[in-house]
C-alpha cells in the first residue's frame, strides 16, 4: 500500500479545493436557472441604479432596459456556466494526474486556471469593480453584493496561488 507523503497530500489538497469551488459554481447555476426572477430582479436593480443614491452625476449611467438586463443577466449565467465547467474539468484532470510525475501534474493545472480566471472576472471585475465603481451598488440598501462578491474573491485568489504555485515533485 502507498503511504501518503506530503507530496501526494498537497496534491489532493489542490484536487478537493477545486472540487469546493466547482460545488459553489454548480450552486450558483443551480440558483439561476430555478429561481431565474429573483436573480434577475438583483442584476435589474443594480443596472437600472434605480436603489442607489440619487447622484444626479452618476445617473447618465443606468441602464433601463429590460432586454438589456436579461442579456446581461445570461452573460452573467453563461460565465458562471463556463467558469464551472472549466473547474470541474479542472478537479477532473488533477485527479486523473494525481499520480503522475510533477510536470504532468502541473501542466493538469490549466483548466483550473482558466476556471478560477473566468470567475474573477465574474465576481471582481463584473460586481466589484463595474457593479461598484459604475452602477454605484455599494450604495443601495437593498441590492448591494459588493461584500458577497469580496468573500468570493477573496477565496479564489488565494486558491489561484495555492493552485498555480509548483510545489509537487
Known amino acids: 500500500m502507498?503511504?501518503?507523503t506530503m507530496d501526494k497530500t498537497i496534491r489532493y489538497s489542490k484536487v478537493i479545493l477545486m472540487s469546493y469551488f466547482s460545488f459553489f459554481g454548480?450552486?450558483?447555476m443551480f440558483s439561476n436557472?430555478?429561481?431565474y426572477g429573483s436573480n434577475y430582479?438583483?442584476?435589474a436593480h443594480v443596472l437600472s441604479m434605480d436603489t442607489t443614491e440619487h447622484n444626479a452625476n452618476l445617473r447618465y449611467r443606468a441602464i433601463t432596459s429590460p432586454i438589456l438586463h436579461h442579456r446581461i443577466y445570461w452573460l452573467i449565467i453563461t460565465l458562471e456556466v463556463t467558469f464551472s465547467t472549466?473547474?470541474?474539468l479542472g478537479v477532473y484532470q488533477l485527479f486523473k494526474h494525481i499520480n503522475?510525475?510533477?510536470e504532468e501534474f502541473h501542466e493538469a493545472k490549466k483548466f483550473s486556471v482558466i476556471g478560477l480566471m473566468i470567475a474573477?472576472?465574474?465576481y471582481y471585475v463584473c460586481f466589484q469593480v463595474v457593479g461598484v465603481e459604475w452602477f454605484d451598488m455599494d450604495t443601495s440598501q437593498n441590492w448591494n453584493a459588493k461584500d458577497w462578491a469580496r468573500h468570493i474573491v477573496d477565496f479564489i485568489l488565494p486558491l489561484m496561488i495555492y493552485i498555480v504555485i509548483k510545489i509537487e515533485r
Do not use: E, K, R
Open 2 to 4: 502507498n503511504a501518503l
Open 26 to 28: 454548480l450552486l450558483m
Open 33 to 35: 436557472f430555478t429561481d
Open 41 to 43: 430582479q438583483y442584476v
Open 86 to 88: 472549466f473547474c470541474l
Open 100 to 102: 503522475a510525475s510533477g
Open 120 to 122: 474573477i472576472f465574474i
